[in-house]
T-cell receptor, first 117, second 115 residues
């Protein structure tokens, strides 16, 4: 079975600090997709990024960057110069093909990020 | 910007009562998912639809839960009877295409409290 581990339950930083959220995954598939979602207090999961297992290039989008390392089964997320609006729960997820032909996202337990002034 | 709509946003009920949640996916999205998120955990898939057909419901507690998507557009998730352990956030998601490579877009969820 697939598994996603987010060991950091909660992280607190002061605004403008950089912060890295860790994600480690387990899968026996050779082709897979990884995702990051943000869940603000309103509850809606907001899609941030998708990465396939063949593309190990790091990606940067504004203040966000992602480091995918297949050798260590990690897909870490860094926020540069954090802001109060970044406060949310962040989930890493692994896409899995189901036996009956469906698919699902296997989520980690999430990391609560608190950015304070 | 297109969004997944869900209602109600909050529902409080007593155990043994019936509850129903509604979801309207992004227009044109053929694939619809229902997830359950217990406080402090990540969402877990309950059921997946492709158009009006159930693709996977292996994690749906079928003795009390049912889901339908009659016309392949909006969907309803029902619990009857509700139990205390059903207290959770129920999230609906949709994707344009089926398949594990496609991102899923989530609605705001329905937070259920069973007393």
């Amino acid at each position: 079975a697939q598994k996603v581990t987010q060991a950091q339950t909660e992280i607190s930083v002061v605004e403008k600090e950089d912060v890295t959220l860790d994600c480690v995954y387990e899968t026996r598939d050779t082709t897979y997709y990884l995702f990051w979602y943000k869940q603000p207090p309103s509850g809606e999961l907001v899609f941030l990024i998708r990465r396939n297992s063949f593309d190990e290039q790091n990606e940067i989008s504004g203040r966000y960057s992602w480091n995918f390392q297949k050798s260590t089964s990690s897909f870490n997320f860094t926020i540069t110069a954090s802001q109060v609006v970044d406060s949310a729960v962040y989930f890493c997820a692994l896409s899995e093909v189901l036996t009956g032909g469906g698919n699902k996202l296997t989520f980690g337990t999430g990391t609560q990020l608190k950015v304070e002034l | 910007e297109a969004e997944v709509a869900q209602s109600p946003r909050y529902k409080i009920t007593e155990k043994s009562q019936a509850v129903a949640f509604w979801c309207d996916p992004i227009s044109g999205h053929a694939t619809l998912y229902w997830y359950r998120q217990i406080l402090g955990q990540g969402p877990e898939l309950l059921v997946q639809f492709q158009d009006e057909s159930v693709v996977d419901d292996s994690q749906l507690p079928k003795d009390r839960f049912s889901a339908e998507r009659l016309k392949g557009v909006d969907s309803t998730l029902k619990i009857q009877p509700a139990e205390l352990g059903d207290s959770a956030m129920y999230l609906c998601a949709s994707s344009l295409l089926a398949g594990y490579r496609n991102e899923q877009f989530f609605g705001p969820g329905t937070r259920l409290t069973v007393l």
